[in-house]
């Protein structure tokens, strides 16, 4: 990531890390933040329900923060091409909001097993289109959007971030025209020849999808 950065000026990246219920490891993780300058340490702990309050705050960082025009939230197993991601940005208007990744239409909460989600969770039938997790993008008056109604404390949460997202957008999208920026090579499972973003992707396979781009090649690494 830091390469990616570093050959493009005008990119900042961070991971946005909670807290862990050991001491020890908070410890640890204060020790690597302060070594690399490249971790933003959340105040509440790292569980898969308050991950949408990541969300929020990788809003605020790139907001107030950065001053980024567009902010693009990834999971830390996602492998992503900053440049072509960036030139995907560059082939939107401008002068429009932006939300661009790999979109969901009518998708439905599964009521049963061990991701279920309650009807008091997500009482309606349907989610609102909603890009997925791994790897999206939105423009900087989405995020603004995002924080103003928090900072309200009328934003809507909801444990999925990328659903939550998806509302929020909806919600913005009311008042304020938004892009909605479709491509299936923001892969959400795994990885695809001529990816924009890999998911499920290990530390070795992130070295060797970077060697591969070095010699010009976006393709797959597929051993673990
Ligand atoms: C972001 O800016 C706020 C307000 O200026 C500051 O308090 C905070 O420490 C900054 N956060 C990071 C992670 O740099
Ligand atoms: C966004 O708003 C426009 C104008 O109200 C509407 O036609 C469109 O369906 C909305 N898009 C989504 C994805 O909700």
């Known amino acids: 990531?830091?390469?990616?950065?570093?050959?493009?000026?005008?990119?900042?990246?961070?991971f946005f890390v909670a807290l862990n219920p050991r001491k020890e490891v908070n410890a640890v993780l204060k020790r690597e933040a302060a070594y690399f300058g490249d971790i933003v340490i959340l105040p509440f702990m790292d569980r898969y329900e308050l991950v949408v309050l990541k969300t929020i705050a990788i809003c605020e960082f790139g907001v107030q923060n950065v001053s980024a025009a567009y902010i693009m939230k990834c999971d830390d197993d996602t492998f992503v091409r900053v440049d072509t991601v960036l030139k995907e940005i560059d082939r939107?208007?401008?002068y429009k909001s932006l939300y661009m990744g790999n979109l969901n239409l009518l998708h439905r909460p599964l009521r049963n097993g061990?991701?279920?989600?309650?009807?008091?969770?997500?009482p309606e039938e349907v989610y609102p289109p909603y890009a997925n997790g791994p790897g999206y993008v939105i423009?900087?008056?989405?995020?603004?959007f995002v924080i103003a109604q928090n900072g309200k404390r009328s934003l809507r949460l909801f444990k999925m971030e990328d659903v939550s997202m998806g509302m929020w957008v909806e919600q913005f999208n009311s008042s304020t025209p938004v892009q909605y920026s479709h491509n299936w090579k923001f892969c959400q499972y795994g990885c695809l020849e001529n990816y924009y973003t890999a998911h499920y992707q290990s530390p070795r396979q992130m070295i060797c999808l970077w060697d591969k781009l070095a010699r010009g090649r976006a393709q797959c690494c597929s051993f673990r």
């Open 114 to 122: 061990k991701w279920a989600v309650t009807f008091e969770e997500w």
């Open 92 to 94: 939107t208007s401008p």
């Open 1 to 14: 990531m830091q390469s990616s950065v570093i050959k493009s000026s005008n990119v900042v990246a961070r």
């Open 139 to 144: 423009s900087t008056d989405i995020a603004k």
